[in-house]
């Protein structure tokens, strides 16, 4: 195990949402899944405790500890996409996975983790400052899911 891992706390369905995840994106995979010894508060022995897994080669475990605690935009998965069909590809699979669409590139995946879904020619252009990244910040802020070619379009000062 890695000396640090994001652990994210799951409804009892990690292994599902790990399983989703190493289809969905490169460098992932599940690895270890770890069944309680014995009966616990909300769960039985034998059941999935946790799941470790990897999301584009980030460490991560999935406690399945119940309805407690809920996911918030407070942490996310920010993924950097290199052209219009990688970033439609994984949009697309989170939402039509039972995820929700939001603005700015953002979406949530039907377990409730945030997910920015962030085409690189918007963090370059931000990344540049000045007028470049104001056009390309005032063309983002309408959008659900980034079009990149609106913010190639306003890189250049195309109107």
Not at 86 to 93: F, G, L, P, Q, V
Not at 111 to 125: F, H, K, M
Request: aromatic fraction near 10%; glycine fraction near 10%; hydrophobic fraction near 40%.
């Amino acid at each position: 195990m890695n000396k640090n891992t994001i652990c994210l706390w799951y409804n009892y369905d990690a292994e599902e949402a790990a399983l989703f995840y190493a289809k969905t994106f490169p460098d992932s995979s599940v690895g270890a899944v770890c069944k309680a010894p014995s009966n616990f508060p909300g769960g039985r022995a034998g059941d999935v405790l946790t799941v470790q897994f990897t999301v584009c080669g980030v460490p991560c475990i999935g406690l399945n500890g119940g309805d407690i605690f809920k996911h918030s935009e407070a942490f996310s998965f920010q993924i950097a996409t290199d052209n219009q069909e990688e970033t439609d590809r994984y949009w697309n699979a989170i939402i039509g996975n039972g995820g929700t669409e939001s603005a700015c590139g953002w979406c949530k995946d039907k377990w409730g983790l945030s997910w920015q879904i962030t085409p690189r020619v918007l963090t370059d252009a931000m990344a540049k400052g000045g007028d470049v990244a104001k056009r390309a910040f005032e063309a983002m802020m309408p959008m659900g899911k980034i079009d990149v070619a609106k913010i190639e379009a306003a890189v250049r000062g195309d109107p």
